[in-house]
């Protein structure tokens, strides 16, 4: 599977937790912006109406691996090594859009950088720094 876009829908359609969380993601050209539509199942806490942080950390985690899945064909999924986020502002109750930064892509480890963001990407709602180990041919 050479073409971005199909790398891309195949890592998202055989990926559950993105598939529950409903995660979408548009390319213009070699860049990623990965979509977590709002939905009420998303709110962790109801009295503020905030987006529950497991499900933050998770689209930026997915985030992550669909960019390492269009970095090139990889027979299987990256697997965390080690993840840390870091929650900036509460997410609101609203769509929210996450870009992947490959920091190095090594032959057998990935660092990735994660922002995610609502209304302006200047100002992340939480960020994620984290190492993938990449999978054998």
């Not at 860049?31 to 199942?41: G, H, R, Y």
């Not at 499900?55 to 080690?82: C, N, R, W, Y």
């Not at 032959?107 to 720094?129: M, S, T």
Request: avoid cysteine; charge should be positive.
């Amino acid at each position: 599977m050479s073409d971005p876009a199909e790398r891309l829908n195949a890592f998202l359609a055989r990926t559950p937790y993105a598939r529950f969380l409903g995660l979408r993601a548009e390319l213009a050209g070699d860049e990623m912006t990965a979509i977590l539509p709002f939905d009420d199942k998303l709110i962790g806490n109801v009295k503020w109406q905030a987006l529950h942080g497991g499900v933050l950390g998770a689209f930026m985690e997915m985030t992550a691996l669909a960019q390492l899945a269009l970095s090139g064909d990889l027979p299987h999924l990256p697997k965390p090594i080690d993840v840390t986020i870091e929650y900036l502002k509460t997410g609101r109750p609203q769509t929210t859009y996450a870009r992947a930064d490959l920091r190095k892509v090594g032959r057998r480890i990935a660092n990735v950088h994660v922002e995610a963001w609502q209304d302006r990407r200047g100002e992340p709602v939480a960020a994620l720094r984290g190492h993938f180990l990449l999978p054998r041919e």
